[in-house]
């Protein structure tokens, strides 16, 4: 027997226990994976950015293990270390029900397995792309419920002076704004909280992506204000909607719609900031061929 043999056969029962682990694992957070995918197509103001992260974090997984296929593959018992904690958050959250402490408990769970089935070396090389599923996770209104407020007096304080720049009569009382047809309220949906979570989870991978230093810090800057400037566009755009045609606007799909609007805006921002930019290509010196004679 060689010894390519010898390591298939040896391979082959850690692939056989990985499928019963990942099986094992499926029916237990089977009904936290349901309530996730529920939280993230429940509409644009909800976290919807997390529908994209599992298979963009899988398919960055794939990618590192693929460049990394000559590190050794040697489980580590370490990986008990975060396994044993997560399973433990899940039993708690199975008394609580919250949902919240089992999603968090699938974060901490893939690095543990991870380092059971990789071995430290390939387990470092998808360190990121395993923390980058924390942006998945729903944050409770409880938790943000300052930031919110914060972000709807930001929102009101900006798009007053631009309305009535435009002519338009605003009368400002907290965060509701009095026109002359309507009254609109920029409530907790329309903080821009939503945009500022996807544009800091996309600024996180175009850093992860960067070369530069310095494009790394400013992409992670800029991303928060980036984020509240197309909110506020995005105000300014459906509030002057609202003024032409009336408040119906606002029962219409271009109130959805118009959430998909910060994200056109803020996200190709983001990546003209984070993009390295091409370097020019030598210019070789042209080739001077000898003229041969007959």
């Given at each position: ?40 197509t429940m509409s644009v103001w909800h976290n919807a950015h997390g ?233 070789e010196p042209a080739q001077v061929r000898p003229v041969v004679g007959?």
């Open positions: 027997m060689d010894a390519t043999t010898t390591r298939a056969n040896g391979a082959r029962p850690n692939t056989v226990l990985l499928a019963l682990v990942v099986a094992g694992l499926a029916l237990v957070y089977g009904p936290t994976v349901v309530w996730l995918f529920g939280r993230w529908l994209f992260i599992p298979p963009l974090v899988a398919w960055l997984v794939v990618q590192e293990l693929r460049r990394h296929a000559d590190l050794p593959v040697s489980g580590s018992a370490w990986g008990f270390v975060l396994l044993i904690p997560a399973l433990a958050l899940h039993v708690i959250d199975t008394g609580m029900q919250t949902q919240l402490l089992s999603a968090a408990s699938i974060v901490i769970a893939l690095p543990g397995l991870a380092l059971l089935f990789l071995g430290w070396p390939r387990t470092r090389t998808i360190l990121f792309p395993l923390a980058f599923t924390a942006f998945a996770l729903p944050i409770p209104l409880s938790a943000t419920e300052k930031l919110h407020l914060v972000l709807r007096h930001i929102t009101t304080a900006a798009v007053t002076p631009v309305l009535s720049a435009t002519g338009l009569s605003v009368f400002t009382e907290g965060t509701t704004l009095h026109l002359s047809n309507a009254t609109v309220q920029i409530a907790d949906a329309c903080s821009g909280f939503s945009t500022l979570y996807a544009a800091m989870a996309f600024a996180f991978l175009l850093a992860y992506f960067t070369a530069s230093t310095r494009r790394r810090v400013l992409v992670l800057l800029l991303a928060a204000p980036v984020a509240i400037l197309s909110n506020i566009t995005r105000m300014v755009l459906l509030l002057l909607l609202v003024a032409w045609q009336g408040p119906w606007v606002l029962d219409t799909f271009l109130h959805p719609l118009s959430g998909l609007l910060t994200f056109a805006l803020s996200l190709p921002l983001l990546l003209w900031v984070g993009s390295d930019p091409v370097a020019p290509k030598a210019v007959t």
